[in-house]
């Protein structure tokens, strides 16, 4: 039995329900993208790895001493479950680990009140979240490369999923600066004095509340990507004298 989880910062205990099982996919489906092409054998397949939302489907138990309690309960137990938005599901088997979910299925409460189980599925945004932020902080006053791990088994970019998050944090003076990770650069060509955030995931560069994407240059298409395991950061340019902090999640298939 997995025992407790919590949905949308609430125990499933608050209300006298355990998880017994789960049907969790080692991996999230792929979408498959390919054509057949006429007078050839097979199929061809387009390049790159996009992935489905994943199917979590738990067993829940209801393990109080009267089904009246339960039926009282029942609507509460719903709007719990009901959201309008993605929420984070924690299962207390990786309680370091969260998805992006939403149920989206009738809920067979009275299933619940008979048998005192019912099934609820769970929609989930295709990789496991971190629960806590990773954020390497580097003095840097010179060309430097900055080495971090991540922990994670899945690449960081734009075009990760919803909930994602990288960025990169700049306080401090600088005439100008270069950004090099993993093959990508992000070149910002002009002074400033204050605090610069890149945000790789949305794609934009603010100076304070200011908007500077027109000052990047370099992969301005992608912007930078995260691998999992070893990272290098190269950071040079003009007069630095800075303090650099990359915040990311790290993501898990």
Same mark, same amino acid.
Do not use: H
């Given at each position: 039995?997995?025992?407790?989880?919590?949905?949308? &910062? =609430?125990?499933?205990?608050?209300?006298?329900?355990?998880?017994?099982?789960?049907?969790? /996919?080692?991996?999230?489906?792929?979408? $498959?993208?390919?054509? %057949?092409?006429?007078?050839?054998?097979?199929? +061809?397949?387009?390049?790159?790895?996009?992935?489905?939302?994943?199917?979590?489907?738990?067993?829940?138990? +209801?393990?109080?001493?009267?089904?009246?309690? *339960?039926?009282?309960?029942?609507?509460?137990?719903?709007?719990?479950?009901?959201?309008? @938005?993605?929420?984070?599901?924690? *299962?207390?088997? %990786?309680?370091?680990?969260?998805?992006?979910?939403?149920?989206?299925?009738?809920?067979?409460?009275?299933?619940?009140?008979?048998?005192?189980?019912?099934?609820? $599925?769970?929609? #989930?945004?295709?990789?496991?979240?971190? $629960? &806590?932020?990773?954020? /390497?902080?580097?003095?840097?006053?010179?060309?430097?490369? #900055?080495?971090?791990? !991540?922990?994670?088994?899945?690449?960081?970019?734009?075009?990760?999923?919803?909930?994602?998050?990288?960025?990169? %944090? =700049?306080?401090?003076?600088?005439?100008?600066?270069?950004?090099?990770?993993?093959?990508?650069?992000?070149?910002?060509?002009?002074?400033? !004095?204050?605090? *610069?955030?890149?945000?790789?995931?949305?794609? @934009?560069?603010?100076?304070?509340?200011?908007?500077?994407?027109? $000052?990047?240059?370099?992969?301005?298409?992608?912007?930078?990507?995260?691998?999992?395991?070893? !990272?290098?950061? @190269?950071?040079?340019?003009?007069?630095?004298?800075? @303090?650099?902090?990359?915040?990311?999640?790290?993501?898990?298939?």
């Amino acid at each position: 039995m997995i025992g407790s989880f919590n949905f949308n &910062t =609430v125990e499933s205990s608050y209300y006298s329900l355990v998880c017994k099982s789960v049907k969790r /996919p080692l991996l999230p489906a792929v979408k $498959v993208k390919r054509i %057949e092409l006429p007078g050839t054998s097979g199929a +061809y397949d387009f390049p790159g790895n996009e992935y489905s939302l994943r199917t979590v489907t738990m067993k829940i138990a +209801y393990i109080g001493t009267s089904y009246q309690e *339960l039926r009282s309960r029942a609507r509460s137990i719903a709007a719990w479950l009901s959201t309008s @938005t993605w929420a984070k599901l924690i *299962l207390n088997d %990786e309680p370091d680990k969260y998805y992006l979910a939403r149920v989206t299925n009738d809920i067979d409460l009275d299933s619940l009140w008979e048998s005192g189980t019912a099934d609820v $599925v769970f929609d #989930c945004q295709p990789f496991a979240y971190a $629960v &806590t932020d990773q954020e /390497p902080s580097f003095i840097i006053s010179g060309t430097t490369v #900055c080495n971090f791990t !991540n922990p994670g088994t899945r690449v960081i970019n734009n075009n990760s999923p919803q909930g994602s998050k990288f960025k990169i %944090e =700049v306080a401090g003076t600088f005439t100008d600066m270069a950004l090099t990770i993993n093959g990508k650069s992000l070149i910002y060509g002009e002074p400033i !004095n204050g605090f *610069l955030v890149i945000d790789n995931i949305e794609m @934009t560069a603010f100076l304070g509340s200011t908007n500077k994407f027109s $000052v990047l240059s370099g992969a301005i298409d992608t912007f930078l990507s995260i691998n999992a395991g070893a !990272n290098a950061l @190269t950071i040079g340019g003009t007069a630095l004298n800075v @303090t650099m902090t990359v915040k990311y999640t790290p993501l898990w298939y």
